[in-house]
């Protein structure tokens, strides 16, 4: 059997009990404490954003814990190995009996931690690019407005606006920041960025070049220009920015990050704006010096033209050879136009006897010769077979008179009736048939009127004439303004082209030479197809 227990009189805890009573004696013991040491095993926030390291000494070490929301509101980070002092509030940890500090504040513990801290911060921005020189660009040679951030109270602005004004006055936009204090590196950042926000059109003009100015202090005093914040802002500005942070033996981080470093904000003003008198003395002598260049070119371009027009030929000499070609060929002018006058008028004479040759009254003419001389023909050749048959009878008569004695003198007598009958009866048919061809005659006649250029002109068409008379037969030989005839049926009238005439699209070029005119059906033939046959009433010319 088991032995039994031990009677005491010692309260009986549990250990979560304990656990409470131990962690409630220790916060009322100390509360918030300020406890300098070592960081030690940082690695960076949790995935939770809490931060869980320890603080040590040469002889003991601690527990540490920044929760999420106050590591967002340090502004000296957490960093391995660095020597701080931070303020916060004892406590345990039941999970591990262990006692804890629960960190509210951090600072550098010190003028060594602080140079060690902006030591690690310059190697990380470095080797971001934000410190490289071929990233930095030159100032403005004669700003026309300087944005300053500094105090608006501190002697520095009026350093800066006093060394302006006797330099060269511009127009200063003062952006008022704290320049020492936790909130100096937000506002000094927001006062770069605020500048470079503003419009170039609005109605606050963006400045041209930026300068950030204070005056001298210590290490902590000047703090707030090596913030990260702040050191970012100053790199990424648009705006030239020039760096006036303390004296000449001071140094931040922004004097790295900036275009241009200031040894003093006096020397930043200088840096700005050139000295007014000494630009105007460089204007004036410049200007004189550019128009003595100008004088001496001058005179030297009036040297070589001189030079130059004693070597050119005269007007008359260039001119010589193209006024004798002209009087030449203004001799040679008129023997020429004069030879294709000549040749032209030929070549129309010709033109003209060809057309007599085929003109129809000429043809009219000549048919009516044949006709009238076939006419006769049958006149001719009835009278002489009459005469013939007459001798031929007479002499049978003479025979049968002869030889049969009056016996045969009654036929005889009726057949010289019947040859007398029968030559009548011809002379009238020949004399009908030469009435039928004076018919047929008469009607190709009248077709050959109609057909005639004159009747085509009573029909309410016109022919046109130049001015020496030739008919004009392409609307393309008329020119602008040339005189013309219109010949009507009963007149010709004067008349000026206004325009030059267009070729038709059938028309052909005059490269191409006059096309050979369609052959129209002749009158005789359409006169021939049209009449009726002989055997009827009325023949055709081309009948005979």
């Not at 004004?165 to 605020?194: I, K, M, S």
């Not at 004695?405 to 048919?429: M, N, Y």
């Amino acid at each position: 059997m088991a032995a039994p227990a031990q009677a005491s009189n010692a309260p009986e805890w549990s250990v979560s009990e304990l656990s409470g009573a131990l962690k409630r004696t220790i916060e009322d013991a100390y509360g918030y404490v300020r406890l300098r040491g070592e960081i030690s095993g940082f690695r960076g926030p949790h995935s939770s954003g809490h931060c869980y390291f320890s603080l040590k000494d040469e002889g003991a070490k601690i527990d540490a814990v920044v929760w999420k929301g106050t590591y967002a509101r340090l502004k000296t980070k957490p960093q391995e190995g660095l020597e701080v002092v931070a303020t916060g509030k004892i406590t345990t940890f039941p999970g591990k009996s262990s006692y804890q500090i629960v960190i509210d504040q951090i600072a550098p513990a010190g003028v060594g931690a602080l140079m060690a801290l902006l030591e690690e911060r310059k190697r990380t921005l470095a080797a971001q690019g934000l410190f490289a020189a071929e990233r930095k660009r030159p100032l403005p040679y004669l700003p026309r407005v300087i944005g300053v951030v500094t105090s608006p109270t501190g002697a520095v602005i009026r350093d800066i606006l006093h060394r302006v004004q006797d330099r060269f006055p511009r127009h200063v936009l003062v952006w008022p920041a704290r320049v020492q204090g936790e909130t100096c590196a937000e506002e000094v950042a927001a006062g770069v960025r605020g500048f470079n926000a503003l419009d170039p059109a609005g109605p606050i003009p963006r400045p041209d070049v930026i300068i950030v100015a204070r005056g001298g202090g210590s290490i902590e005093d000047l703090w707030g220009f090596n913030d990260e914040d702040l050191v970012r802002a100053v790199a990424e500005s648009v705006i030239p920015v020039v760096s006036a942070v303390g004296h000449e033996t001071d140094w931040t981080l922004i004097d790295l990050a900036a275009d241009v470093r200031a040894p003093t904000p006096t020397g930043a003003a200088e840096m700005v704006v050139p000295v007014r008198s000494e630009l105007l003395a460089v204007v004036h002598d410049r200007a004189r010096r550019h128009e003595d260049a100008w004088l001496r070119r001058l005179e030297r371009l009036r040297a070589d033209l001189r030079s130059a027009g004693r070597a050119l030929p005269r007007p008359e000499d260039l001119t010589a050879t193209q006024r004798q070609r002209l009087d030449l060929a203004a001799a040679r002018l008129a023997p020429a136009l004069a030879a294709n006058a000549q040749a032209y008028e030929r070549r129309l004479a010709e033109a003209a006897r060809r057309l007599e040759r085929g003109s129809p009254r000429v043809r009219l003419t000549r048919a009516r010769g044949r006709l009238e001389a076939i006419a006769e023909r049958p006149e001719r050749a009835l009278a002489g077979a009459i005469a013939r048959r007459r001798d031929r009878l007479d002499g049978l008569a003479a025979r049968l008179v002869a030889g049969r004695g009056r016996s045969v003198e009654t036929p005889i007598t009726h057949g010289r009736k019947q040859v007398d009958a029968c030559g009548g009866r011809l002379r009238g048919l020949a004399l009908a048939g030469v009435r039928e061809r004076a018919r047929t005659l008469a009607g190709v006649w009248q077709l050959a009127e109609s057909l005639s250029w004159r009747s085509v002109l009573a029909r309410g068409y016109a022919l046109v004439r130049d001015a020496d008379g030739r008919p004009v037969r392409s609307a393309r030989a008329v020119e602008a303004g040339a005189a013309l005839s219109l010949e009507l049926a009963d007149g010709t009238i004067a008349a000026r082209a206004e325009g030059g005439g267009t070729r038709p699209p059938s028309e052909p070029s005059p490269a191409e030479g006059p096309r050979e005119p369609a052959r129209r059906p002749k009158p005789a033939r359409a006169a021939k197809a049209a009449a009726p046959s002989p055997a009827r009433s009325q023949g055709s010319l081309f009948d005979l």
